[in-house]
């Protein structure tokens, strides 16, 4: 039988009440809007062009394999230079046009088309770099806002895992109890104890070369989770604890629902919100360890566009280009802030004062 | 061109060094398994055996073998090859020549003052050390003493003041050998201050006197004979003896100093023999004729008087007991702030204060070393006057931190200077691992070095200042081929070679392809996070070509791993090259050092390689070269003397490795850039030709009283000059 999903009355009216908070309600929908934003940041920043027109036939550069030169009239086999191309019409007054996104970078490209272009251009609209360029003539805000991408995915994954993982080992000290809980106990107590920056320096530094980025960035998840699931794992302890002692809990059982059940289908429902209200803070977390790392050099593997390196470049030239600093750390304030208004306002409505029943 | 490091500081030599501010990298050295050496052994036991005594024991034993076997000489046994202590079982009493230790026990008075175990060391190695007459001197040797060379420092130089530097960590030692030792700081003890028995002149191909008056190479080229200057003296008062040079081989084979490096760099297979003649004089045979003997053998004395017990307490005894040195500067361990700074005083006494080409040198009283860990922040101390003197090689440094018009410069207060030297660059280059697919293909080689946009790089990250490197070898003079060009970007050339590898069709993301759907992708691996960015931009460029680069930067050490390991497929790296007469092909490109198999064993008859050989860890050819032409062409140039052959053959084997297209130069710098306060006051010249490093020949001097005046001016904001203070010294530029 397929129950039809419904949320339970309690977490209604907890999601109400998160509505009702408007400062981290509203913190929300930007922090949404802004990595939705991201997702699709390859039609708002992108060296590609979104439509190009020619030859009676309409291109759709944006997504799918590179378009060569030669293909419009170029001399080159490589991928076009849409700008270049967008300027090669314009001056032939030909029919054909180009339709560029708002800024017409990626993060990669190095804009040295003028002669003089040496690193670190100052912030400007006619060239179509909004917050300047970093010391290879990469456009600034391409790399803000595709680090933003990355650093967000990397963040939820990392809260995925982090749960996925303190969860199990939780429920299962919690529920067992005895000795599973103290010997379980101490081995995450052990396990805390190991230095996290070290060993990430350690395991990053011996990563097999040959991994494409994609494996180089998702070890790096797990590094980063292998070392840091120990915190999260007390509190569902404490809390599984509380839960099983109520008499739902002794009635599956006497039903005869198995451990398993019991755990997943009847505990963690109600151990989660206690677990929710954590969970933008590890998204804030997760992105301050990531830019850290970046910043440190652990992190991402370059060129990948990242926050820590534009910070560490912004900073060792905070003279000659101030624009590199105040627009990472404008950005990185304000995710960070976003984030923290939608936890307040998350532990504010599930705060369980407001809710509970105690029999 | 000569190479003053190759004494000095030979570890350097040997090793990759970081650049750039990061002047601290050490070699991964081949660590011996100590508890195998049988004298550390015994000197751990040695804590409860009374020594005295085993020695006293030890000797009565040789005495008694001793005796034993002139008796069976005397039987007509001929066939036990006679060892040296034999001597010492003869009735004789008086010394032969040759001899060390007379029947009774008794040494040679040059050795006299020599500790047990050096005596017997020397007696030991009776084909390696010996005491001869002077009457032994050959008398036709054309003995020079560096008088028609002129001094490269001022008249006009004032002593006093204190130089202020900084160094990025505090020393872990101040030992000058053995682990930790080969740090920044170093440089401070040995290559700017301690002196050598002769110097390389920085102007000209001759000599300079250091530690010997003057010298004679014998008639075979091999042997250098030295006299040593009477006045020459350590700190510690003591005179420096001929006999110091004998002990130098005893301290430096030993085991105790725990440095294989050195312990090989001084082995007998180099150093045919070293013989005292008298106090101060003595000679060195080196095992080729090479032209430049005379610097090859030019060695540092160990002070004898210092480690008279050199044992396995070496490490701890010495950690911070600075050895009394034969320059001008000293480290009092009362000057030493643990952590935080070193204070080199200058003697007042030195010996060699009026001596020519060393008396209008080393003027600071002080040399006051601070630590400051980042190198931004030691240049905004730089800004505020507490560092005098900034090395500005850095791009960013030069154009933007302190731009011409900055107010310090256009005041007067600061002179920003390029000065062009004639030293051989620093190798940068990527260095293409020929044993990994797809690299193992010539043709794919040759078209990655098409690929690499390295005239962007300059034009753009570098600004036009450095030039192109073309060669491996460039910078040896004659030496270094005229004509030879490293090959330029061109997407068009590059496709081509590519397409003749087999790469020829472009995936969906515009980058190569062959016939199996194999992406023409490789990894470049580096351990220099400062040259990151040009890494990125030969990244996107390579694009183009359709070759994908992935980049591995990682931590120096971890790199230089990877890379002895062999396990890089293109590694960027540089060697430091010290000023040499001839460049060196053997470590790096003959195959013998790629693979374990030696010789001409690892090819097959038509010269290509055998299947299975066994990858060589652990060495310098980085590009894993192994080709039997290039293997014989190097075998003829290392033991060539004759220096019209050699540069022959260095401009042939620089074409064969071209060709074989292992090896993308990149970059060299023709100049050294400098900031300096103008209490700094510098020779006519600036420095010399081979300079370096702004610290290397300390000809520079501090202003006392200009530094009172220019920190007034700043004060009330007045300038002290004109016009900006910046400064090109053309005089050695090279076009």
């Not at chain 1, 036939?57 to 030669?70: C, D, N, R």
């Not at chain 2, 002895?564 to 053997?586: C, I, M």
């Not at chain 2, 010269?607 to 075998?635: C, M, W, Y």
């Amino acid at each position: 039988m397929i129950r039809k999903p419904s949320l339970n009355p309690i977490t209604r009216k907890k999601l109400q009440r998160f509505r009702s908070i408007k400062r981290g309600y509203w913190s929300f929908l930007l922090l949404f809007f802004l990595f939705g934003f991201s997702l699709l940041g390859e039609l708002f920043v992108n060296k590609r062009a979104l439509l190009v027109w020619h030859e009676g036939e309409l291109f759709f550069p944006t997504y799918g394999s590179q378009i060569a030169g030669k293909t419009f009239g170029l001399d080159y086999e490589y991928e076009t230079n849409y700008r270049e191309l967008k300027r090669k019409f314009q001056e032939d007054d030909s029919s054909h046009w180009v339709l560029m996104p708002p800024v017409p970078y990626d993060p990669f490209e190095m804009d040295y088309a003028k002669e003089d272009s040496t690193g670190f251009s100052p912030p400007s609209l006619a060239d179509g770099h909004f917050c300047g360029t970093d010391k290879t003539e990469r456009d600034v805000l391409a790399r803000l806002l595709y680090g933003f991408r990355i650093a967000m995915i990397f963040s939820f994954g990392y809260l995925i895992l982090i749960y996925i993982i303190a969860i199990c080992a939780g429920c299962l000290m919690g529920y067992f109890g005895g000795k599973t809980d103290i010997l379980g106990l101490r081995l995450v107590e052990i396990w805390a104890n190991v230095p996290f920056l070290y060993m990430v320096i350690i395991l990053v530094s011996v990563m097999p070369g040959w991994w494409g980025i994609g494996w180089q960035v998702a070890s790096l998840l797990f590094i980063m989770v292998l070392f840091s699931w120990t915190g999260m794992t007390y509190y569902v302890r404490a809390a599984v604890y509380k839960e099983k002692a109520r008499d739902y809990v002794a009635a599956a059982r006497v039903l005869g629902a198995s451990p398993f059940r019991v755990i997943f289908r009847h505990l963690l429902p109600n151990v989660i919100s206690t677990l929710v209200t954590f969970a933008p803070f590890t998204v804030a977390a997760a992105i301050s360890s990531i830019t850290a790392l970046d910043f440190l050099g652990y992190g991402l593997p370059a060129p990948t566009p990242s926050w820590g390196e534009l910070l560490k470049q912004g900073v060792s030239n905070l003279r000659i280009a101030p624009w590199i600093v105040i627009s990472t750390v404008s950005a990185l304030v304000l995710t960070l802030t976003l984030v923290t208004f939608v936890g307040e306002a998350v532990r504010e409505a599930f705060d369980p004062k407001k809710f509970s029943t105690y029999e | 061109m000569k190479s003053m490091y190759l004494r000095i500081n030979p570890f350097l030599t040997a090793s990759l060094i970081l650049l750039a501010g990061c002047d601290d990298h050490k070699l991964k050295q081949p660590r011996e398994d100590v508890a195998k050496t049988s004298s550390e052994e015994s000197s751990r036991d040695g804590r409860e055996i009374d020594r005295e005594f085993a020695r006293t024991l030890a000797r009565e034993f040789g005495r008694e073998f001793a005796r034993e076997f002139a008796r069976q000489l005397a039987e007509g046994n001929q066939s036990i090859a006679v060892p040296t202590i034999a001597s010492a079982g003869t009735v004789d009493e008086t010394l032969e020549k040759g001899e060390f230790v007379n029947a009774n026990g008794r040494a040679h008075p040059l050795i006299a003052h020599c500790s047990e175990d050096v005596l017997e060391f020397y007696s030991k190695h009776p084909d390696a050390f010996s005491i001869e007459n002077t009457s032994a001197i050959p008398a036709d040797l054309e003995w020079e003493d560096g008088s028609d060379e002129s001094e490269f420092a001022s008249p006009k130089a004032k002593k006093g003041g204190t130089w202020n530097v900084f160094m990025s960590d505090f020393p872990r030692t101040l030992r000058t050998i053995g682990p930790d030792a080969n740090g920044a700081f170093r440089s401070y003890l040995l290559d700017y201050n301690a002196l050598s028995l002769v110097m390389p002149h920085p102007n000209s191909d001759g000599y300079y006197p250091g530690l010997a008056k003057s010298w004679a190479v014998g008639k075979d080229g091999k042997t250098v004979f030295f006299q040593l200057d009477p006045d020459a003296r350590y700190s510690d008062g003591n005179p420096v003896r001929a006999s110091d040079f004998l002990f130098t081989f005893y301290f430096m084979r030993s085991k105790h100093v725990q440095a294989p490096w050195y312990n090989d760099f001084y082995g007998k297979d180099k150093f045919l023999k070293v013989t005292l003649y008298d106090e101060k004089t003595l000679s060195i045979k080196f095992y080729k004729a090479k032209p430049d003997v005379v610097e090859r053998v030019s060695l540092r004395p160990i002070p004898e008087h210092f480690y008279i017990e050199l044992d396995g307490e070496f490490l701890k005894k010495y950690q911070w007991k600075p050895e009394p040195t034969t320059g001008p500067y000293v480290a009092l361990p009362e000057n030493i702030d643990k952590g935080k700074s070193v204070t080199l005083v200058r003697q007042k006494d030195w010996w060699a204060n009026q001596k020519k080409f060393h008396r209008y040198r080393f003027n600071p009283d002080r040399i006051h070393v601070t630590v400051i860990r980042d190198y931004n922040k030691a240049f905004e101390i730089f800004l505020k006057g507490g560092i005098d003197m900034f090395g500005l090689a850095k791009t960013e440094f030069w154009y933007e931190k302190i731009p011409d018009e900055h107010p310090l410069v256009v005041n007067g207060y600061l002179t920003k200077l390029t000065f062009f030297n004639q030293i051989p660059p620093p190798s940068y280059a990527m260095r293409i691992n020929s044993q990994k697919p797809p690299l193992d293909n010539k043709d794919a080689r040759i078209g990655l070095h098409h690929a690499m946009n390295f005239d962007l790089i300059l034009k753009k990250i570098f600004r036009g200042d450095y030039v192109r490197m073309n060669t491996m070898a460039d910078g040896y003079g004659a030496r270094s081929h005229p004509t030879l060009r490293a090959r330029e970007f061109s997407v068009e050339k590059a496709t081509e070679y590519f397409a003749k590898a087999g790469y020829s069709k472009r995936g969906p993301d515009g980058i190569l392809v062959n016939k199996k759907g194999e992406r023409l992708s490789v990894e470049v691996m580096t351990g220099y996070k400062h040259y990151e960015d040009v890494l990125v931009v030969l990244k996107e460029e390579a694009k183009k070509a359709g070759l994908e680069l992935k980049l591995k930067i990682l931590e120096r050490t971890a790199a230089w791993k990877t890379a002895g390991e062999k396990n890089h497929q293109v590694v960027f790296s540089a060697f430091n090259s010290f000023v040499e007469l001839f460049p060196r092909f053997w470590e790096p490109y003959h195959s013998d050092n790629a693979y374990e198999e030696t010789g001409d064993s690892k090819f097959e008859a038509d010269g290509s390689l055998k299947p299975n050989l066994t990858t060589k860890p652990s060495t310098n050819n980085f590009t894993q070269t192994a080709v039997r032409e290039i293997d014989h062409l190097i075998d003829l140039y290392r033991p060539e003397e004759d220096l019209g052959k050699i540069t022959e053959m260095a401009h042939q084997l620089s074409t064969m490795i071209h060709d074989h297209g292992v090896y993308v130069p990149a970059w060299k710098k023709p100049w050294l850039r400098v900031g300096h306060w103008n209490w700094v006051k510098f020779p006519e010249d600036w420095g010399p030709k081979e300079t370096r490093d702004y610290e290397e020949f300390q000809v520079f001097w501090i202003e006392e009283s200009a530094k009172d005046k220019i920190l007034k001016a700043q004060k009330e904001g007045k300038p002290v000059a004109e016009k900006p203070t910046v400064r090109v010294y053309e005089k050695y530029k090279n076009n």
